[in-house]
């Protein structure tokens, strides 16, 4: 639908009529390296050289207060803050553990790829730690194979040995783990 036409003191105002289309793209403004050369020969007898300006260096950015844990603190503050840093980098360092021979150290390795590993080895070092006065129970202390669920005494005795176990880990389920600590329990004492 076109345009309503104005009307002003009674006449028509006619419109010039236009044979180029008034469209204008982007690409239409923008003007070949011909046309520029050109110009600039034109212009180069008539207007100085450009001056050239140095761009501004960048800055640095300054990581965010959050991440270096400096947020408004006064001199003082950071001063007994890098105090009790250094004493906990000091408390940090392991002592050497004094073996006791008269305990008896247990380690269950288990799988981590179902959590039914997990909790049957758990089940066993809280049965085991109730029951054994004096005895230590480590879970996993290096990193375990693949489908496995080993209880054995450190340097000794394997309890229970079920390794390569494939899904759905039949052999495991089918342990009745009261029965297994029991077991344990008797071959320790």
């Not at 947020?71 to 001063?79: C, I, Q, S, V």
């Not at 007994?80 to 002592?95: D, N, R, W």
């Given at each position: 639908?076109?345009?309503?036409?104005?009307?002003?003191?009674?006449e028509?105002?006619?419109?010039?009529?236009?044979?180029?289309s008034?469209?204008v793209?982007?690409?239409?403004?923008?003007?070949?390296?011909?046309?520029t050369?050109?110009n600039?020969?034109?212009?180069?007898g008539s207007?100085?050289?450009?001056?050239?300006?140095?761009?501004?260096?960048?800055?640095?950015r300054?990581?965010?207060?959050?991440?270096?844990?400096?947020?408004?603190?006064?001199?003082?503050?950071?001063?007994?803050?890098?105090?009790?840093?250094?004493?906990?980098?000091?408390?940090?360092e392991?002592?050497?553990?004094?073996?006791?021979?008269?305990?008896t150290k247990?380690?269950?390795?288990?799988?981590?790829?179902?959590?039914?590993f997990?909790?049957?080895?758990?089940?066993?070092?809280?049965?085991l730690?109730?029951?054994?006065?004096?005895c230590?129970?480590?879970?996993?202390?290096?990193?375990?194979?693949?489908?496995?669920?080993?209880?054995?005494?450190e340097?000794?005795?394997?309890?229970?040995?079920?390794?390569?176990?494939?899904?759905?880990?039949a052999?495991?389920?089918?342990?009745?783990?009261?029965?297994v600590?029991e077991?344990?329990?008797?071959?320790?004492?």
């Amino acid at each position: 639908m076109p345009p309503k036409k104005s009307k002003t003191d009674g006449e028509e105002k006619a419109k010039p009529l236009t044979t180029a289309s008034s469209r204008v793209t982007r690409s239409m403004g923008r003007r070949t390296r011909s046309e520029t050369q050109q110009n600039g020969a034109k212009a180069a007898g008539s207007a100085p050289n450009p001056v050239k300006v140095a761009s501004p260096k960048k800055a640095k950015r300054k990581k965010p207060t959050i991440e270096t844990g400096k947020a408004k603190k006064g001199k003082k503050e950071d001063e007994a803050v890098e105090e009790v840093e250094k004493e906990e980098e000091e408390e940090a360092e392991p002592e050497p553990e004094v073996e006791d021979p008269t305990k008896t150290k247990i380690v269950i390795e288990h799988c981590k790829q179902c959590n039914a590993f997990k909790t049957r080895a758990i089940q066993v070092k809280e049965g085991l730690e109730g029951a054994v006065t004096g005895c230590t129970v480590t879970l996993n202390p290096e990193k375990p194979r693949r489908g496995c669920f080993e209880i054995r005494e450190e340097g000794g005795e394997t309890f229970i040995s079920l390794l390569e176990m494939k899904r759905p880990f039949a052999p495991m389920k089918a342990l009745d783990m009261e029965e297994v600590i029991e077991d344990i329990i008797k071959k320790i004492k």
